[in-house]
């Protein structure tokens, strides 16, 4: 299985902050990344995938980049709804599989 | 709007089978898309378990293969989960949810809101 590895785990930030967020692939999925946001007691929701694109009605201060092994997601100016868990996932290879998850605090 | 909505037991004995079903409203299965469940422990890791095609195609999470088995029913627009042999391992919030992607791989792009399953006697 393909492990993915989110650092940090978490993250404290004030409102306007630049956040970015890293995610490590075990092996290389080309573009097949997916960055998700989940607040508690919800479900996730997609904000990124193919590794750069935006998700229909995800802010543009969320934008994602880069491939084989090497991901980051990037909230520009951080606003007080981004408070949340974010998740990274893999869709190249079977099975499919998560990060651990980047908590984002005050 | 797509919506999903899953059903079933919160509470499950050991040993039993856990049955779930994901309702699908605002779009019909039968015209594409893979259709997938995914389940996140109380320590929140998330867990892909299985994703099916409306011809009846499956991708399954090798690690549950064994007591999984998934299914479509097109004229009810919904899909299925069973899972046998449960341990409290098993605990966990349960999603399903539409799959953007090819080949069965790929995200999930609309999620239900989940339904927290307990495997305790």
């Known amino acids: 299985d393909i492990q993915m590895t989110q650092s940090p785990s978490s993250v404290s930030a004030s409102i306007g902050d630049r956040v970015t967020i890293a995610c490590r692939a075990s092996q290389s999925v080309a573009g097949w990344l997916a960055w998700y946001q989940q607040k508690a007691g919800k479900a996730p929701k997609l904000l990124i995938y193919g590794a750069t694109n935006l998700y229909t009605g995800v802010p543009s201060r969320f934008s994602g980049s880069g491939s084989g092994t090497d991901f980051t997601l990037t909230i520009s100016s951080l606003q007080p709804e981004d408070f949340a868990t974010y998740f990274c996932?893999?869709?190249?290879?079977?099975?499919?599989?998560f990060g651990g998850g980047t908590r984002v605090e005050i | 709007q797509v919506q999903l909505q899953e059903s079933g037991p919160g509470l499950v004995k050991p040993s039993e089978t856990l049955s779930l079903t994901c309702g699908v409203s605002?779009?019909?299965?039968?015209?594409?898309?893979?259709w997938g469940w995914v389940r996140q422990t109380p320590g929140k890791e998330l867990e892909w378990i299985a994703n099916i095609y409306h011809s009846g195609t499956t991708y399954y999470n090798p690690s549950l293969e064994s007591r999984l088995t998934i299914s479509v029913d097109k004229s009810k627009n919904q899909f299925s989960l069973n899972l046998r042999s449960l341990t409290a391992a098993d605990t966990a919030v349960y999603y399903c949810?539409?799959?953007?992607?090819?080949?069965?791989?790929?995200?999930?792009?609309?999620w239900g809101q989940g339904i927290t399953v307990t495997v305790s006697s």
């Open positions: 949810g539409r799959l953007l992607g090819t080949a069965g791989r790929g995200v999930l792009d609309i």
């Open positions: 605002g779009y019909s299965i039968s015209s594409g898309f893979y």
């Open positions: 996932q893999q869709a190249n290879t079977f099975p499919l599989t």
